[in-house]
């Protein structure tokens, strides 16, 4: 580039950081167009590493912005990291595989100093991205496939038991439906180890029947599943588990359609969902301890950057859900 614009290399660095010392406006116009004409683009990551900061940066991904536990994660990740001097970059991967590697590798270029990812959804690659770049890594929530880094999630088994624990201890329920889909056959898009996981635990509970109804992972899915499910018997269920929270209105819904009294004639459980009780029902759910969690997700994180890029942890670190109790399940 110097070459090209007729100058010295330390005045090319002059005019890319704009300093330390003055270019004058012929020797900086020759520059900038030596810039255009090679389509000259800095190295964000070689910079990073150059210069001192106060501030450090992570990346953090979330699969799906719009659900209040992720919106939960993600503001309780920057708050704490900011109050130790890093800043946030945040990417919403949509569950897609494609655009959580573009945004691993943006982020590589920005010069992150660690990653946390939420939901992965390509995790092996991910994980060889984050390697090769020698960026610290860390999962929360749930990953799909095996990975040589640091997991820290809640207890999924532990969270479907305890909510179907309650129908069958507290309400007396034996005949309960679970809904949610977890095989390839049900669900291409979205969540579905940790649904398969919360199922395993509501069918570990001793003194129920468990109805499974298969659906993806879509409100629209829930809706006509259960919808299906309802009409199909002719008796409804005595309880209800559903396996995400994006599905529990419109299960809730699928059920008062079919003319059935909410926490009276059907006895409705759910996952996560945060602070949302002010509207018609404050829905029973086995919630994460969101805050815990992303801190010690950042503790892991940071002892990493500190030592090693090469530091790993295999078995997952898991936290215990609690339930709130709502109005849905006849409390």
Known sequence: MAQRAGTSTAVVSYVLNDGPRPVSNILRA?????????DYRPNRRAQALRRQRRWRQIGLLVP???????????????????????????????????????????????GIDGLVVVGASNAAETAALCAQARIP?????NVR???????VRVDHERAGEIATRHLVETHQCRDIAFVGGFTEADVHHGDRETVEQRYRGATAVDGAEIAHIHSDLTADGAYGAVREFLSSRSTPPEGVVVGTYGQTAATTRAVADHGLRIGDDVKIVAFDGGQAKYGQFDTTSAQQPV?????????????????????????????????????????
Do not use: K
């Open 64 to 110: 799906d912005l719009t659900l209040p536990l992720f919106g939960e994660f993600v503001g309780s990740v920057e708050r704490q990291a900011r109050a130790q001097d890093h800043l946030t970059m945040i990417g919403n991967t949509g569950y897609d595989p494609e655009r959580e590697l573009e945004f691993v590798s943006a982020f590589a270029e920005a």
């Open 137 to 141: 890594l860390v999962w929360m929530h």
């Open 145 to 151: 496939g095996d990975v040589d880094a640091p997991i």
């Open 291 to 331: 805050d815990s969690i992303a801190r010690h997700a950042l503790e892991r994180l940071m002892a990493t950057t500190a030592a090693s890029s090469d530091a790993r942890r295999t078995r997952p670190e898991l936290w215990e859900p609690f339930l709130h109790v709502g109005n849905t399940c006849g409390c």
């Open 30 to 38: 020759r520059v900038t167009r030596a810039i255009e004409e090679l």
